[in-house]
């Protein structure tokens, strides 16, 4: 008899694409006509992004780009988790931007419970920040896939590790 069918549902992003989204909006910003004089700064670090500029109306259009060379190199936009404008020195306006990652255990119980009511005979095990599910069959497993992709998430959902 064989054995169950798994894979595991992660919240993740490919870091080096988005090293490569902000080194894309960075040359983009230079080579801007409206943009080009602004001396805008971005900073990755290792779970936020820091936007300096000279207005509001220029770090509206540097988002923009953020967003648009994000959405080309396949990442979820709901990684990105805007903060408050402030202002910086020099009479200049900064904003943060959370990197999310991770699944954490109130979405986990969340996504469980989605895939019991969805599936009762379906196996669900949080680990740390995943979930692995496991079925008898893959066409449950496909059928959970397709339940999740239609929920509306306040993060991106993955799913890895398929084994059968």
């Given at each position: 008899?064989?054995?169950?069918?798994?894979?595991?549902?992660?919240?993740?992003?490919?870091?080096?694409?988005?090293?490569?989204?902000?080194?894309?909006?960075?040359?983009?910003?230079?080579?801007?006509?409206?943009?080009?004089?602004?001396?805008?700064?971005?900073?990755?670090?290792?779970?936020?992004?820091?936007?300096?500029?000279?207005?509001?109306?220029?770090?509206?259009?540097i988002r923009d780009i953020l967003e648009?060379?994000?959405?080309?190199?396949?990442?979820?936009?709901?990684?990105?988790?805007?903060?408050?404008?402030?202002?910086?020195?020099?009479?200049?306006?900064?904003?943060?931007?959370?990197?999310?990652?991770?699944?954490?255990?109130?979405?986990?119980?969340?996504?469980?419970?989605?895939?019991?009511?969805?599936?009762?005979?379906?196996?669900?095990?949080?680990?740390?920040?995943?979930?692995?599910?496991?079925?008898?069959?893959?066409?449950?497993?496909?059928?959970i896939i397709a339940v999740l992709k239609?929920?509306?998430y306040p993060i991106p959902l993955d799913?890895?590790?398929?084994?059968?």
């Amino acid at each position: 008899m064989a054995g169950d069918c798994s894979f595991d549902i992660v919240s993740q992003f490919d870091e080096q694409e988005l090293v490569n989204t902000i080194d894309q909006t960075r040359r983009d910003v230079q080579t801007r006509y409206d943009l080009k004089d602004t001396k805008t700064e971005i900073a990755l670090a290792k779970d936020s992004i820091t936007i300096t500029t000279d207005s509001t109306l220029s770090l509206k259009n540097i988002r923009d780009i953020l967003e648009s060379k994000a959405i080309r190199r396949k990442l979820s936009l709901k990684i990105f988790k805007p903060g408050k404008e402030e202002d910086a020195a020099g009479s200049r306006i900064r904003q943060v931007i959370q990197l999310q990652q991770g699944i954490t255990q109130e979405q986990a119980k969340e996504i469980s419970k989605i895939i019991r009511d969805a599936h009762p005979k379906v196996r669900t095990q949080i680990q740390g920040d995943a979930v692995r599910v496991m079925a008898k069959s893959r066409d449950e497993l496909q059928d959970i896939i397709a339940v999740l992709k239609q929920k509306d998430y306040p993060i991106p959902l993955d799913f890895i590790n398929y084994r059968s």
